[in-house]
């Protein structure tokens, strides 16, 4: 195990100084995106996914930002947790975790071709949503709440934006802003557990993975506490 580890830091150490730019430009796009997640509550792979998938595939950028995403949620979650309200979250997760495998289903090399443009597409749509902000719009009940839990599951497991489903189901219930953050880091937090599990059964946790987490961990843990 010892020396595993010191292989892998060696390692890494290695590809940084053979990749220093390319690092660089990583290190400043996962500090912004996390400044943006801690800031406002969401946003991060929103920010992080397009311009990660300018460099590196999708099946090594998804896992690096589910790993990223983990940590934020799970700190966020910490500093709210008074504040959580579970019964206003239980069906988005279990729903969220039926739609995680559709997700992952997508990384495959198939449909590489229009991962790009089903991206562009959602940040548009949740873009006019959130400026727009249509008022007749509005849910009386939780019962369409699986129907986001799902989507939220698929969007997580494929392109690490879970956020979008559940903020347009929060906001259309007329949750207080607080509450739709507060329910979104509830949310967030299992389905990239499983997101997570789901990467590391299907061999996306490559050497390159690993050493890019290594290196993005320190910008991370700044824009934290920025």
Request: hydrophobic share 60%; charged share 10%; proline share 5%.
């Amino acid at each position: 195990m010892i020396n595993f580890v010191r292989s892998t830091i060696l390692c890494s150490f290695f590809l940084f100084f053979m990749n220093i730019e390319l690092i660089l430009i990583f290190c400043l796009i996962i500090f912004f995106s996390g400044v943006m997640r801690t800031t406002f509550g969401f946003g991060a792979g929103l920010i992080a996914m397009p311009l990660l998938l300018m460099f590196i595939p999708i099946r090594t950028a998804s896992p690096i930002i589910a790993v990223i995403s983990l940590i934020v949620s799970g700190f966020l979650l910490i500093k709210s947790h008074n504040k959580m309200e579970i019964m206003k979250s239980w069906k988005l997760i279990l729903a969220g975790f039926a739609g995680i495998p559709f997700g992952l289903f997508l990384l495959q090399d198939r449909f590489r071709a229009g991962v790009s443009i089903a991206l562009g597409i959602i940040i548009i749509i949740f873009a006019l949503f959130k400026l727009l902000h249509p008022n007749f719009l509005k849910l009386h009940s939780d019962r369409t709440a699986p129907i986001f839990g799902f989507f939220s599951g698929i969007l997580g497991g494929a392109y690490n934006v879970e956020g979008p489903p559940i903020i347009i189901y929060g906001t259309m219930r007329d949750y207080a802003p607080q509450t739709i953050i507060t329910t979104l880091q509830a949310v967030v937090f299992p389905l990239n557990i499983i997101i997570i599990i789901g990467h590391y059964v299907s061999g996306n946790f490559t050497p390159l993975t690993n050493h890019l987490i290594f290196y993005l961990l320190a910008p991370l843990l700044v824009s934290m506490f920025v």
